[in-house]
Nanobody
Framework: QVQLVESGGGSVQAGGSLRLSCAAS????????MGWFRQAPGKEREGVAC???????AYSDSVKGRFTISRDNAKNTLYLQMNSLKPADTAMYYC?????????????????WGQGTQVTVSS
């Protein structure tokens, strides 16, 4: 049974940092591309940062230069380092796993999803 469990969310002031983690189990983590997505109330889910099975990454323009995605295949864990946070980054953040070996930012390319962790950035 595939499980993706996010952690590390919380409330921070603008300019602060958070590090999200996603612990994966129930499948061969190293064979899947992984991604971080977010959804704010009343908005569609959007791709934030994705990474293929190895090191190729993709970022949305809104987070490029501030967020860094990484993975540790030995620990079956995905990370998202978020720096210089803005109120516009406030959302529920989800991790997802996809079989295609490319860091698509399109949520439809991903097969498995976690329950999400809330990130709130105050001004």
């Amino acid at each position: 049974q595939v499980q993706l469990v996010e952690s590390g969310g919380g409330s921070v002031q603008a300019g602060g940092s958070l590090r999200l983690s996603c612990a994966a189990s129930g499948y061969v983590f190293s064979r899947y591309s992984m991604g971080w997505f977010r959804q704010a109330p009343g908005k569609e889910r959007e791709g934030v940062a994705c990474i293929d099975r190895y090191t190729t990454t993709a970022y949305s323009d809104s987070v490029k230069g501030r967020f860094t995605i990484s993975r540790d295949n030995a620990k079956n864990t995905l990370y998202l380092q978020m720096n210089s946070l803005k109120p516009a980054d406030t959302a529920m953040y989800y991790c997802a796993a996809g079989a295609a070996n490319w860091p698509y930012l399109d949520p439809n390319k991903y097969d498995y999803w976690g329950q999400g962790t809330q990130v709130t950035v105050s001004s």
